[in-house]
């Protein structure tokens, strides 16, 4: 028998070892080019070397763990090589510890992400414009110890402690789980020479009272005093040894004689255990069983099998334990739907296998599918905007209308529009006065309101004005959840409307991209292409259900357009690849066609 569970144990180990060693490759060759061939939209094969489902095993670790999922591919195959030593093993608390070495690994590689900004975007899972954005300790470690951005707070942990306080702790967390994973696989070898010698001659001794039960020796011990001399002796200091207390018993060998009184003990415990003791502890399951037959009687059969189980072993008094087991574990579901009525245990399970069938057909996809949109309430809310000083837009005013008189242009500043990021001051002309005049002192306006720069409409669009535009002192931040709960953009009669902004005098601004299908976005940096490209994304999505909306995304640097990797209206999965856009955008000349 020890050797059946010696091979046992082995092969459950061969096969724990087998697995980490799949899960060591998917992770060694891993491959970012994988995530594109996984969504699909392009046809090369997976590098990964264990095929699909290891591009998505090592997919998963590197987003949740980040950079720290190499340290523990190499943790993970020590404990499996461990397992494979023929040492005794003791791993009590062995998963908690894997588990904080885990939690540390991650959270130390969270705190500097950008010290790991080159192998994060190997792996595509960094974002080369902010470092600070580098998943290098993955999602995981983002959540406790990612340092603060503009869009996104500050680890939980690096909140409270800041970053040093972090690494402390990570550190911690790394040093007590190795050191109680190296207690329990590998404190073996270096007691070794102390605690196994003393440990051998104990083993064989101990089995030496079982093969002798005593029955033989007590009925002939006064019989061969001399052959057993020395087998007394090994018992007698056998028992003399948890006899420690008592040094006489160890020093005398007839008190030491003392076992045979110990064996007498021992022969009645078959006796007081009599067999109609059992008779009496079967008859009530007997009695109790007949009950819940009546209460339930389709269940009849079922409750028949478990009285059927005691009769084969009636005397031993194990079987009695059984008994009661399978008896209450039968009738107590069936008396639950028996105590309202005894069709509903059977009206129960139609209507699950109708809701069943009802949730599979929700399931495929149909214009008649319900969607709901998401709620405005996702967005963040908007700030409290501070204006322009108004002792600013009156010094403003005087000095423009000074500017004015100074080039003998007959004109006076009328009004004065704050917007958030531009102040637009709207000039009045007299009658025969060219608009060509402001024009022409450009450059005086921008030198005498101390701007770096202005703009002149001439006219205002709709306005007999011409209106200058300088540049906010402050600027307030112009938010979509602002925008979206307006009354222009729900009351919007566009085909396809999407969110432009605010203009300077503060309205929403709505466009209709179906009267613009040729859409180009283009600027300097900094000038805000990803927000407008983000704010038309989300124009739509908030709009349109993937019924209705369908999109191709292409985004060769695996940074702006990731988030909306797993959005239901993409035709096809997010293309990075710029060669493989050809493939993405075939359904798309295919449609045109068939129109």
Excluded at 66 to 71: L, R, V, W
Excluded at 351 to 367: A, D, G, H, L, Y
Excluded at 408 to 431: H, K, M, W, Y
Excluded at 458 to 464: E, F, Q, R
Aim: glycine letters at 6%; hydrophobic letters at 40%.
């Amino acid at each position: 028998m020890a050797e059946e569970t010696t091979v046992k144990f082995k092969i459950r180990y061969i096969f724990a070892g087998l697995a980490v060693l799949l899960f060591v490759l998917s992770i060694l060759t891993y491959n970012s080019t994988d995530l594109s061939v996984l969504d699909g939209g392009i046809t090369e094969p997976i590098r990964n070397w264990a095929g699909p489902l290891g591009a998505h095993i090592s997919r998963f670790f590197f987003l949740l763990f980040g950079i720290a999922t190499y340290p523990i591919v190499l943790l993970l195959l020590l404990c499996a090589i461990r397992s494979f030593i023929p040492k005794p093993v003791n791993r009590k608390g062995y998963i908690p510890s894997l588990l904080m070495v885990i939690i540390g690994l991650s959270v130390i590689f969270a705190v500097f992400p950008a010290e790991f900004v080159t192998l994060t975007a190997q792996l595509g899972i960094g974002h080369a414009g902010e470092p600070e954005k580098a998943l290098s300790g993955g999602t995981f470690g983002a959540l406790l110890a990612a340092p603060a951005t503009v869009s996104c707070p500050a680890g939980l942990i690096r909140r409270c402690i800041g970053p040093i306080g972090t690494s402390i702790c990570a550190i911690v967390f790394i040093l007590s789980g190795l050191f109680f994973i190296f207690m329990a696989d590998w404190m073996v070898f270096f007691r070794k020479d102390q605690a196994g010698a003393p440990a051998k001659p104990q083993l064989p001794a101990v089995p030496a009272p079982a093969p002798a039960p005593m029955p033989g020796p007590t009925n002939g011990q006064a019989a061969p005093p001399q052959e057993e001399k020395s087998l007394k002796k090994s018992l007698m200091g056998l028992f003399s040894k948890p006899q420690t207390a008592t040094p006489e018993t160890a020093a005398d060998p007839r008190q030491a004689a003392v076992p045979p009184p110990p064996v007498q003990p021992v022969q009645p415990v078959p006796v007081p255990a009599p067999q109609p003791a059992p008779a009496p502890a079967v008859s009530p399951v007997t009695i109790t069983s007949p009950d819940p037959l009546p209460a339930v009687e389709p269940q009849a059969e079922p409750v028949q099998e478990t009285p059927a189980e005691p009769e084969p072993a009636p005397a031993p008094a194990p079987p009695v334990q059984p008994a009661p087991n399978p008896v209450p574990a039968q009738p107590a579901p069936a008396a639950a739907p028996g105590n309202e009525n005894p069709d509903d245990p059977y009206s129960h399970t139609q209507k699950t296998t109708v809701t069943r069938s009802t949730r599979r057909e929700v399931m495929i996809p149909n214009n008649d599918r319900p969607y709901e949109l998401p709620p405005v309430s996702l967005l963040d809310k908007p700030k409290e905007n501070r204006g322009e000083d108004e002792g600013y837009l009156d010094l403003a005013k005087v000095t423009l209308q000074a500017t004015l008189d100074s080039f003998d242009i007959n004109g006076t500043v009328c009004n004065t529009v704050v917007g958030p990021r531009i102040t637009r001051f709207e000039i009045a002309l007299q009658p025969g006065v060219r608009v060509e005049k402001v024009t022409q002192i450009q450059n005086n306006i921008a030198k005498d309101m101390r701007a770096e720069s202005i703009r002149i409409l001439a006219p205002v669009p709709g306005s007999d004005t011409v209106g200058i535009e300088l540049p906010n002192k402050v600027s307030n931040m112009v938010f979509l959840r602002e925008l979206m709960e307006s009354d222009t953009w729900r009351n919007t009669k566009a085909n396809i409307p999407i969110i432009l902004g605010k203009d300077v005098s503060g309205h929403v601004k709505i466009a209709d991209l179906a009267k613009a299908p040729h859409l180009l976005i283009a600027g300097s940096t900094g000038s805000g292409k990803s927000v407008c490209m983000n704010t038309l994304i989300m124009s739509l999505l908030y709009r349109f259900s993937p019924y209705e909306l369908k999109l191709i995304l292409v985004d060769p640097k695996y940074v702006e357009l990731e988030i909306y990797r797993p959005l239901p209206h993409l035709i096809t999965p997010l293309v990075n690849d710029p060669t493989k856009v050809p493939y993405a955008l075939r359904w798309g000349v295919n449609e045109m066609e068939h129109r």
